[in-house]
């Protein structure tokens, strides 16, 4: 940070930041509520980034990296947890992703005017998707049918490759036509097994319908994967941004 100006003193109410901001750099109000949300402005050494901030004779500071090339909507990542109805609620800087490669500075108004275009199979936990790009959200909703979901799928006891028959002649059934999907086992022991779904599209309900038919009983269910864009590490109830050459 480099300070650019001490504030002058004001009266008693103090004076919107965004105006100190504008007759410091100078710049108009509008590029000022930028630089301000976009975490470039301290006062008194703390960053605040709402421009209705009232400052009276408090030091303000611009970073001297400050720029407004970079205030492009942002898409995050969660990997949420089984049975939370509301994913939104864990999208604080709290659970951020430490390893977060992004390179991407939280800032409060990432957390805004966010829209949730995919849904999830009720009741299962992994990979939610929130933007505020409109470009991400269209690729979310007019591609999405071409956009293969894959979820991991635990039941109880053991599964072979014949029990998942009714499955794959149910998906096969012209007459009563369902989505294109893939299923097979991933791991089994008598305990329990895993099987992996690639669904093209959302449709949510589809997983466990196919399990009914073959008479298997869910234990828990999880998506892994969006298209391109997988958790791999992304630990449960935390977040991250979609970096720069992310696709899904």
Request: net charge positive.
């Amino acid at each position: 940070m480099s300070t650019v100006r001490s504030a002058r003193p004001a009266s008693d109410e103090g004076e919107r930041l965004a105006k100190r901001v504008a007759q410091m750099v100078p710049c108009s109000r509008r590029e000022a509520e930028q630089y301000i949300e976009g975490g470039w402005v301290q006062v008194n050494g703390v960053v605040v980034e709402e421009p209705m901030h009232r400052v009276r004779t408090e030091t303000i500071t611009l970073d001297r990296n400050a720029s407004l090339l970079n205030l492009t909507p942002v898409t995050l990542v969660l990997n949420k947890p089984p049975g939370l109805k509301d994913p939104l609620s864990l999208l604080t800087p709290a659970n951020h992703y430490a390893r977060d490669a992004s390179g991407v500075r939280p800032l409060k108004r990432h957390f805004s005017k966010l829209v949730y275009p995919v849904p999830i199979e009720h009741g299962a936990s992994g990979l939610v998707v929130f933007t505020q790009d409109w470009r991400t959200e269209r690729k979310l909703t007019e591609d999405i049918g071409e956009m293969e979901h894959e979820l991991l799928v635990e039941v109880r006891g053991e599964v072979g490759p014949d029990a998942l028959t009714p499955m794959h002649r149910a998906l096969k059934d012209e007459r009563k036509p369902l989505p294109h999907a893939k299923v097979s086992v991933n791991s089994s022991t008598p305990q329990g097994s895993r099987l992996r779904f690639a669904i093209k599209g959302a449709h949510p309900g589809l997983a466990a319908h196919l399990c009914q038919l073959a008479g298997l009983d869910i234990v828990s269910m999880r998506r892994s994967r969006l298209g391109r864009v997988a958790l791999s590490d992304l630990p449960v109830g935390q977040w991250r941004y979609l970096a720069d050459g992310e696709r899904f």
